[in-house]
Structures are given as structure tokens and as C-alpha cells.
């Protein structure tokens, strides 16, 4: 079991993303997002409990994506993650085990040592595994956060909740 998980926090490249990053010929980034992690982000939201990203880097489609989502604690470039969502919980009025973080890199280490609730996707990296309270059973940027999602869900006794409105 879970406690009661308020925030998710999200990274981006390697979670919401395959890590890829594609840029046309003007040198515009593209990236792929999947469409289960959207819907797991609506699912998230509409049991009232905050979304957040905190990423390294900066791309507008990324805050194309947030909005789409209804995200609107969105950080982009980064350097210190853990003072980004060392404020983020004082401005929402949450403790660290009232949080989790979905990370696949070095850089996700020192919020997911903090969290109450460490996520890594499946193709993290070995030290993001270790710290990981669960290992999603998809890749970053194939359904990671939506399986993340479920699996919070459903450690909190929420899932028939979200399953009702689909009955």
C-alpha cells in the first residue's frame, strides 16, 4: 500500500517520451507522446489530486502537452529538480510522502529519494531502478505513466472508483 498520493511528478524525456528527440528542418523539436499516458492523466486529474512536470530541458510541445492535459505545474529547464518540487509541495500544502515521481535518469534521483512514492520506467537506469518503490512494466513514451497511474490507483483503493464511471 501507498499513502495517500496527492502530487505526481512527472519527468519528460524517457517518461512522457522514448527519449528521442527529433528536430525538423527549422530545428523545431518534435516528440512523440502516447496517447494512454494522456488518458491516464485525465483519470489522475479528475480524482482531484495535482499533475506536475519538472523537466531539464525546454520545448514548447512539451507545454502544448501540458495543456492539453490540464497540467499546470509545468518546470522546464530545470537544473535542480529537487528544489523545483521542494517548493511545489509548499506551495500545494504537501508533505514529501504525499508525493510521487516518475523518473528514468541520474538527474530524477534526488526528488525520487525524497518522495513518498519513487516510479521508474522500465527502461530507467539501473541506479533509478534501485531507488524505484515500483519498475512500470512499459518503456518511457509506451504507456509508462498510464501503467504508473493504474498501479497508484489501485494501491490506494481508487481503481473501482475509476472503473464505475466507465460501467
Same mark, same amino acid.
Given at each position: 500500500?501507498? #499513502?495517500?498520493?496527492?502530487?505526481?511528478?512527472l519527468d519528460v524525456d524517457g517518461v512522457l517520451t522514448d527519449g528521442g528527440i527529433i528536430r525538423d528542418d527549422a530545428g523545431q523539436q518534435i516528440k512523440r507522446f !502516447?496517447?494512454?499516458? #494522456?488518458?491516464?492523466?485525465?483519470?489522475?486529474?479528475?480524482?482531484?489530486? !495535482?499533475?506536475?512536470?519538472?523537466?531539464?530541458?525546454?520545448? *514548447?510541445?512539451?507545454?502544448?502537452?501540458?495543456?492539453?492535459?490540464?497540467?499546470? !505545474?509545468?518546470?522546464?529547464?530545470?537544473?535542480?529538480?529537487?528544489?523545483?518540487?521542494?517548493?511545489?509541495?509548499?506551495?500545494?500544502?504537501?508533505?514529501?510522502?504525499?508525493?510521487?515521481?516518475? #523518473?528514468?535518469? %541520474?538527474?530524477?534521483?534526488?526528488?525520487?529519494?525524497?518522495?513518498?512514492?519513487?516510479?521508474?520506467?522500465?527502461?530507467?537506469?539501473?541506479?533509478? =531502478?534501485?531507488?524505484?518503490?515500483?519498475?512500470?512494466?512499459?518503456?518511457? #513514451?509506451?504507456?509508462?505513466?498510464?501503467?504508473?497511474?493504474?498501479? %497508484?490507483? =489501485?494501491?490506494?483503493?481508487?481503481?473501482? *472508483?475509476?472503473?464505475?464511471?466507465?460501467?
Amino acid at each position: 500500500m501507498v #499513502g495517500d498520493i496527492q502530487l505526481l511528478v512527472l519527468d519528460v524525456d524517457g517518461v512522457l517520451t522514448d527519449g528521442g528527440i527529433i528536430r525538423d528542418d527549422a530545428g523545431q523539436q518534435i516528440k512523440r507522446f !502516447h496517447v494512454r499516458d #494522456g488518458s491516464g492523466a485525465v483519470i489522475w486529474r479528475r480524482l482531484n489530486r !495535482h499533475l506536475a512536470i519538472i523537466t531539464g530541458k525546454e520545448s *514548447q510541445v512539451v507545454q502544448y502537452r501540458a495543456e492539453e492535459l490540464g497540467i499546470t !505545474h509545468v518546470y522546464q529547464n530545470v537544473n535542480n529538480k529537487l528544489e523545483i518540487y521542494t517548493d511545489l509541495l509548499q506551495q500545494l500544502g504537501l508533505k514529501d510522502e504525499n508525493a510521487a515521481y516518475i #523518473g528514468d535518469d %541520474l538527474p530524477d534521483l534526488p526528488v525520487m529519494r525524497r518522495c513518498g512514492c519513487p516510479i521508474a520506467v522500465a527502461d530507467a537506469v539501473e541506479e533509478v =531502478k534501485a531507488a524505484a518503490r515500483y519498475v512500470t512494466k512499459y518503456p518511457g #513514451g509506451y504507456g509508462a505513466v498510464r501503467d504508473a497511474i493504474e498501479w %497508484l490507483l =489501485k494501491e490506494m483503493n481508487l481503481w473501482n *472508483q475509476v472503473l464505475a464511471r466507465y460501467q
